[in-house]
């Protein structure tokens, strides 16, 4: 089984300052990862994917992560954020046979302050 | 439609009751995910449909939770005899077929968001 967990349940920030979202996972076998964000009412959007290759992941809207292994870790980061940048942030594992089973982490709530 | 949906977008319901979620996909998604989110927490994977059939529903949590998706496209939640810890916002997911060593996006819907009371 994998899990994942998001060290941060809620992380402020300045507009123009960079931002870190925290994840680590577990698991006893490859997986992909994933950081989907969830802007308020909306449904869950997918910010970036590391399948294989590069372990430096570009994804939209500015965001990029960095694979791990060896710390089992794919942290999301961003240099520098909007306030259209709040929203919830969750990190995902699939087993690289089960597609797109995810197993999500809790969440990281993300509230940029002007 | 431009996206996957679900519909009611909200669900009142007294427990004992029996409700159905259903979940449009996007035209061509063979692949389709039920996913339940409850208040703080992030999604967990309820069940998986590769055409009409249930190809994972290893996370359904037990035998009051049934889905189907008889024509390959539409798909229903359907709860019986439902409990206030059944309260979550039930979220649905399409993607092209995943494919062997590849991966197709998954489109989520905006979520049913379900309140036993």
């Known amino acids: 089984a994998q899990s994942v967990t998001q060290l941060d349940s809620q992380v402020p920030v300045f507009e123009e300052a960079p931002v870190e979202l925290r994840c680590n996972y577990s698991?006893?076998?490859?997986?992909?990862l994933f950081w989907y964000v969830q802007y308020p009412n909306q449904g869950l959007q997918l910010l970036l994917k590391?399948?294989?290759?590069?372990?430096l992941v570009k994804g939209i809207n500015g965001f990029e992560a960095e694979f791990n292994k060896s710390q089992t870790s794919f942290h999301l980061r961003k240099p520098s954020v909007h306030i259209s940048d709040t929203a919830e942030y969750f990190c995902?594992?699939?087993?690289?046979?089960?597609?797109?089973?995810?197993?999500f982490g809790g969440g990281t709530r993300v509230l940029v302050k002007p | 439609g431009a996206g996957v949906s679900q519909t009611p977008s909200n669900k009142v319901t007294e427990k004992g009751k029996y409700v159905e979620l259903r979940c449009d996909p996007i035209?061509?998604?063979?692949?389709l995910y039920w996913y339940r989110q409850s208040l703080g927490q992030g999604p967990e994977f309820l069940i998986y449909?590769?055409?009409?059939?249930?190809?994972?529903d290893s996370g359904l949590p037990n035998d009051r939770f049934f889905a189907v998706r008889p024509e390959g496209s539409v798909s229903t939640l359907k709860i019986q005899r439902t409990e206030r810890g059944d309260s979550a916002v039930y979220l649905c997911?399409?993607?092209?077929?995943?494919?062997?060593?590849?991966?197709?996006?998954?489109?989520f819907g905006q979520g049913t968001r379900l309140t036993v009371v």
């Open positions: 997911a399409s993607s092209e077929n995943p494919g062997q060593g590849n991966l197709a996006e998954a489109f």
């Open positions: 698991s006893s076998v490859s997986v992909y």
């Open positions: 590391y399948l294989s290759g590069s372990t």
């Open positions: 995902a594992v699939s087993r690289r046979t089960a597609g797109n089973k995810l197993t």
């Open positions: 035209s061509g998604h063979t692949a």
């Open positions: 449909f590769q055409g009409t059939g249930a190809a994972d």
